[in-house]
């Protein structure tokens, strides 16, 4: 049980960044989809067409 409870405040920050880190990408991800279904059909083409053309160099 010692061995547990030394280790426990590093687990818990250790915890605390990978939380965040899933929060932040997750959250990008989220925000992305939601703001691509509502944005104008044209600057979705203009990405679109923006992104083919650059992987196209």
Do not use: H, W
Not at 26 to 50: C, T
């Amino acid at each position: 049980m010692e061995e547990y409870s030394r280790a426990l405040p590093r687990g818990i920050v250790a915890d605390c960044g990978g939380a965040f880190t899933m929060g932040t990408i997750g959250g990008g991800i989220f925000q992305a989809i939601k703001g691509f279904r509502s944005s104008p059909e044209k600057i979705i083409r203009v990405l679109i067409f923006n992104i083919l053309r650059l992987f196209s160099l």
